[in-house]
């Protein structure tokens, strides 16, 4: 069974930078591609950012580029999402999926099959 923990939101300021962690577990990842999404209140649930497991590609949305960088770290079976000048707009729970390998071009939710329970990022001006 595949479980996936994110860790490392809180409050901040705009401008600042945050990083987030998804321990990942219960399987072999390697043919996975692993992905953050987010949802704000009031707001459907949306890409941000993917990875493949190999790390030979990354994927992300328009309103991060340059911001936002996705990796993660085979020994620790951890992918990280490293957010820069982040701003208001940037509010909202953070969640960690799983999906199959071609889900790293996918930005619909529902193409990948696991997902963490999430953790909230404040970002105040």
């Known amino acids: 069974q595949v479980h996936l923990v994110e860790s490392g939101g809180g409050l901040l300021q705009a401008g600042g930078s945050l990083r987030l962690s998804c321990a990942a577990s219960g399987r072999t990842f390697i043919t996975y591609t692993m992905g953050w999404f987010r949802q704000a209140p009031g707001k459907e649930r949306e890409f941000v950012a993917a990875i493949r497991w190999s790390g030979d590609s990354t994927n992300y949305a328009d309103s991060v580029k340059g911001r936002f960088t996705i990796s993660r770290d085979s020994a620790k079976n951890t992918v990280y999402l490293q957010m820069n000048s982040l701003n208001p707009g940037d509010t909202a729970v953070y969640y960690c999926?799983?999906?199959?390998?071609?889900?790293?071009?996918?930005?619909?939710?529902?193409?990948?099959?696991?997902w963490g329970q999430g953790t909230q990022v404040t970002v105040s001006s």
């Open positions: 999926a799983a999906g199959p390998y071609g889900s790293l071009w996918a930005t619909q939710s529902n193409k990948f099959d696991y």
